[in-house]
């Protein structure tokens, strides 16, 4: 395969930066550009490992030297095969579950619940690894000037080194166009690639053969899990073609005497739609590499590369410089708790950006626990979506990172989720509408599982119709509003057909739920009412209406939602000054003062409800709790935190857990999320905390640099995203703002604050509008 001397120039261009020039042995050479992650020794464990994704498919790339492994994912590989998990004795056991949460007789409530509720079977499908290329190459002696390196910006991953006076060069790219993983291995010299390439897969029922002279097929069958038999066949092609030298066939591809090789792996499911697997992978992958074949690795590099730049070069940041940025990505980590480095948290930001593009894509699934990228049959949690707040963490910066289109896989399981949730609402509550609990997989699941202490929380299908919202509100899409409005009002019936009126006050609360995960002290987990249940409900409700009111319809349906939503348990201030979690004041009472969960804090973020500015003294309890819960938590918790205290308005508190988050605690070498173990929401909550810290808005309100720390007296970002279709630039220097250039799509009147001051503009769609510090009222 023949380069036309544009495609070489541009590969060696997309790669270049990752190819250090001759230098002394032991001397730090200069990062090759501040958007790249780089390293000089190769991957030892997965979490070393670097990451390239399309949203459909992906692959971790160790960069070892003798033995290259990319290990590869496909979205669609899960366990077992579409099953209706809702127990069918669950809607005989709930009246009796209500009646012993009320009465205080938790435990026995709980223990109930065990019996007769839980989901049959008690867990849901994991997500699963796919295969590893592996590359074993032949005659390699001593080697020098190793690097490997991930450019955000290209979205590509590069190894390169010198054996023998001999420099080698192995890049690789996940198309998100032509739906392949892309490897080129390039010599200085000619004739010096000698390589043994084969596909290994950890699944049971597997076998790979030869597929022609310059291929291998792999095929296989997903893995069974809890009872539920797999029911999802996959393929795998790899495509090899060589410059120069010889392949030759069989089980692994020999390949002896090359100038360069490129290899073409396309991988595919039978999966079609959560009760469908009746797809054919073998010909699909054949169709894939049919359609690519002819195509070289630079033209596939190219075209993936443009279209990552596409989303990824919308947003560009930068927070300052310090001497740590010379060094090594893992270096850098290992230094961060001492050492000043703001272009790492600027990099940080933008690592979570390029792990959305990789992991969420129109056509595919959402992001997982684990985004798009795993390496086990059974990783933690199943690697699912949790829906309690990790799946939505995953998409909190989204929108305001100007990256509204990864959102759609999003809205897609959303619509999903109504149909199994339809069943799920009939069958085991005897409601109307749809409801989701805390977790969902591929199948889309949607009963309580794990175990009633942790499953039994019927608010996740409400907190990600709230997502459906802010896509609207920030695009502000009539049709789109149009497509979603029944999902949100079904979600809302749900609940209006749920909700249970409180004994002692009549308000209307949630029962059976809980504040996830969190005991209380009293008995178990289970409660009626909790603090996050009424403000997602409050939420839901108010968008609901909302949205009904600019679509006009439904207004009995509006007065229904208006009324219950007028009774739905208020906040409030418990003994120690704290924001209630529970409806009783048992928060100090709770076995684990500093859980992970700050579930009650969730009218503050990601809410509006609780603001310094209008509701000071929920604020003021808010600030008590974190106080009392502590800054330090496990990765994602530590990201919520962030947000959290920037919306209280204290940038440099929220600066302070941050660097926990960037440091070695809780984030690994290869910059993923350490809960531990990886957990790829703390990636994006530290973005979306990042955000927080400089923009802010609400309805047609938006507030500038509202948490800046001190930390980043100078700065400047570009691209971000404030409800209402609008851009906004800014720029800041000694702490003070600068300039802000607010780029609208459409004529609205905006409130534009900095501070206590305000500006109301007149925003014209296509005209920019520049703001100094000088133009705001005192």
């Not at 509701?615 to 935190?641: I, V």
């Not at 926990?660 to 350490?674: E, I, Q, T, W």
């Not at 607010?742 to 520049?770: E, N």
């Amino acid at each position: 395969m023949k380069f036309s001397r544009r495609e070489s120039v541009a590969v060696i261009a997309a790669g270049a930066a990752a190819f250090p020039a001759r230098r002394a042995r032991g001397a730090v050479a200069p990062p090759p550009s501040p958007l790249m992650l780089w390293y000089e020794q190769p991957a030892s464990v997965w979490t070393e490992a670097l990451p390239v994704g399309n949203g459909q498919m992906s692959a971790m790339v160790f960069g070892g030297i003798r033995q290259e492994r990319l290990q590869l994912n496909d979205a669609t590989l899960w366990a077992g095969q579409p099953y209706d998990p809702v127990n069918p004795a669950a809607h005989a056991a709930l009246s009796k579950v209500r009646t012993l949460i009320f009465e205080g007789k938790i435990a026995e409530a709980e223990a109930l619940a065990n019996d007769a509720v839980l989901a049959t079977p008690s867990t849901q499908m994991p997500y699963q690894a796919f295969c590893d290329l592996m590359l074993d190459f032949r005659g390699l002696g001593q080697t020098s000037n190793y690097r490997r390196s991930l450019d955000l910006d290209s979205a590509m991953a590069t190894t390169r080194f010198t054996s023998d006076g001999i420099d080698h060069q192995r890049q690789v790219i996940a198309s998100a166009g032509d739906q392949v993983i892309a490897m080129r291995l390039t010599a200085s010299s000619e004739g010096q690639l000698n390589v043994d390439i084969g596909l290994a897969s950890p699944h049971k029922i597997v076998a790979v053969e030869a597929d022609g002279s310059s291929s291998l097929l792999m095929t296989g069958r997903n893995g069974d899990a809890a009872g539920i038999k797999g029911g999802l066949q996959f393929a795998a092609r790899l495509f090899a073609s060589v410059e120069g030298g010889q392949i030759k066939p069989g089980g692994r591809l020999q390949v002896r005497g090359a100038d360069a090789v490129t290899l073409m792996i396309a991988m595919a499911t039978s999966y079609r739609r959560f009760d469908d697997v009746s797809g054919d992978p073998v010909a699909a992958t054949e169709a894939t590499l049919d359609r690519i074949r002819s195509r070289s690795f630079a033209q596939i590099a190219i075209d993936a590369t443009d279209a990552h730049r596409r989303l990824f070069r919308r947003v560009s940041i930068d927070l300052g410089q310090s001497a740590a940025a010379a060094l090594p990505t893992d270096k850098r980590i290992a230094a961060s708790p001492t050492q000043n480095d703001p272009a790492l948290a600027a990099l940080y930001f933008q690592y979570g950006r390029y792990l959305l593009i990789s992991s969420s894509r129109p056509g595919g699934q959402p992001a997982n626990l684990q985004g798009l990228w795993n390496d086990s049959l059974n990783p933690p949690w199943g690697s699912k979506y949790t829906i309690n707040v990790n799946t939505e963490m995953n998409y909190w910066p989204a929108e305001t990172t100007h990256l509204g289109e990864c959102v759609t896989p999003l809205v897609d399981m959303v619509r999903d989720l109504a149909v199994t949730g339809a069943r799920t609402a009939a069958t085991m509550y005897g409601a109307r509408g749809w409801v989701a609990h805390h977790n969902t997989d591929l199948w889309r699941a949607s009963a309580p599982i794990d175990g009633a202490q942790f499953g039994l929380w019927p608010t996740g299908g409400a907190w990600l119709c709230t997502h459906l919202w802010d896509h609207y509100d920030y695009g502000r899409d009539r049709a789109f509003l149009t497509s979603i409005y029944p999902l949100m009002a079904g979600a809302a019936r749900f609940f209006l057909d749920t909700l249970q009126p409180e004994p002692k006050t009549g308000y209307l609360v949630t029962n059976p739920s809980m504040s996830p995960e969190n005991p209380h002290g009293h008995g178990g987990t289970l409660c009626a009412g909790p603090t996050m249940d009424m403000a997602i409900l409050r939420d839901l409700f108010g968008q609901t209406i909302a949205a009904a009111q600019i679509l006009n319809v439904d207004t009995g349906f509006v007065a229904e939602l208006e009324a219950a939503r007028s009774r739905l348990a208020p906040y409030q201030i418990g003994r120690q000054g704290q924001l209630q979690e529970w409806r009783e004041d048992w928060d100090a009472d709770a076995p684990e003062q500093d859980h992970r969960h700050v579930s009650h804090l969730y009218g503050l973020y990601p809410s509006h409800q609780i603001s310094v500015e209008d509701t000071p003294d929920l604020a003021a309890a808010a600030r008590r709790t974190l106080e009392l819960r502590g800054d330090r938590a496990t990765g994602w918790a530590t990201a919520w935190r962030i947000t959290l205290w920037a919306r209280l308005r204290d940038g440099d508190h929220a600066h302070r857990i941050l660097g926990y988050l960037l440091g070695p605690d809780h984030s690994y070498p290869n910059m993923f999320d350490a809960h531990p173990p990886f957990q790829i929401d703390g990636n994006f909550g530290g973005t979306a905390g990042i955000v927080e810290m400089l923009l802010y808005s609400r309805g047609d309100v938006i507030e500038l640099l509202p948490a800046l720390p001190t930390a980043w007296p100078d700065g400047q970002v570009t691209g971000l995203r404030a409800r209402g279709r609008c851009g906004v630039d800014l720029t800041w220097r000694n702490g003070r703002l600068k300039r802000v250039t607010l780029r609208p799509d459409m004529d609205s009147q905006r409130t534009i604050k900095l501070g206590t001051r305000r500006v109301a503009a007149s925003l014209k769609a296509g005209h920019t509008l520049v703001l100094e510090d000088g133009d705001f009222a005192r």
